[in-house]
C-alpha cells in the first residue's frame, strides 16, 4: 500500500499501533546499521539512500515488505530461508518472523 505522507515519520504516524511497532522497529534498525542514509518517501514508502543502493521498506495490507539490492539478498537466501523472498523482496507478517540480524547484515553490506 503506498502511502501520501511527505515524510517517514508521516507515515509511522498513520499506521496502526501494530505496523508502527513493526516500521518503527525496521526504521530504527536501518538507521543504525547505516548511520550515513539518508532517509526519504519515495514511491509511497520510507526509502534510504546508501552508498549507491536503497533500502525500502512497506506496511503491506496481509505482511510487511523489505527491499534490498538482489545481489546481496541473493547473499543471504540460506538464513531467510522460510521467508517469501522476491528477487530483492523479503516479505513476512511478524516481525518474529524474520531475524533482524540477518536484515541488519543486508543494509550494512548495502551501506558499502
Known amino acids: 500500500m503506498q502511502s501520501k505522507a511527505s515524510t517517514i515519520p508521516e507515515y509511522i504516524s498513520g499506521l496502526s499501533s501494530k505496523e508502527r511497532f513493526v516500521v518503527e522497529t525496521l526504521d530504527k534498525m536501518v538507521r543504525s546499521a547505516a548511520p550515513k542514509g539518508s532517509g526519504s518517501m519515495k514511491y509511497g514508502m520510507p526509502t ?65
Open 48 to 112: 534510504y539512500e546508501l552508498a549507491s543502493r536503497f533500502i525500502t521498506f512497506n506496511s503491506q495490507k496481509n505482511y510487511y515488505s523489505f527491499y534490498a539490492d538482489p545481489q546481496i539478498v541473493k547473499r543471504y537466501l540460506a538464513e531467510l530461508r522460510g521467508l517469501n523472498v522476491g528477487k530483492s523482496c523479503i516479505r513476512f507478517r511478524k516481525i518474529e518472523d524474520v531475524s533482524l540480524v540477518t536484515l541488519r547484515k543486508i543494509v550494512s553490506d548495502c551501506a558499502k
